[in-house]
């Protein structure tokens, strides 16, 4: 059993910045991959970053150059930083996780990009 939770989520400008924090916890000795999703209202839920034990990370395209994943596998932390937001940026963010072959997510937290 694993659980996650997402906070760092709120209201930010075009162009400003936030930083989201998943903790993990629960019975589990070690997380592989952890992983960044978002989604709107209608829409299904999309990739943002991944990223691996080791630190190997990997980008959706339109995130690539503005977002950073990185995790603290002491604390079983996994931290999303986010520049030059944008308007279409605005989603719930979850984590995830897959631990012994079971999808596990958190509650999410709001992102909204507006002036």
């Known amino acids: 059993q694993v659980q996650l939770v997402e906070s760092g989520g709120g209201l930010v400008q075009p162009g400003g910045s936030l930083t989201l924090s998943c903790a993990a916890s629960?019975?589990?000795?070690?997380?592989?991959?952890m992983a960044w999703y978002r989604q709107t209202p209608g829409n299904q839920r999309e990739l943002v970053a991944t990223?691996?034990?080791?630190?190997?990370?990997n980008y959706k395209d339109s995130v690539k150059d503005r977002f950073t994943i990185s995790r603290d596998n002491v604390k079983n932390m996994v931290y999303l930083q986010m520049h030059r937001l944008k308007p279409e940026d605005t989603a719930v963010y979850y984590c995830?996780?897959?631990?012994?072959?079971?999808?596990?997510w958190g509650q999410g937290t709001q992102v909204t990009v507006s002036s």
């Open positions: 990223i691996t034990r080791g630190g190997n990370a």
């Open positions: 995830n996780t897959i631990n012994l072959g079971i999808n596990y």
């Open positions: 629960g019975s589990f000795y070690s997380i592989r991959n």
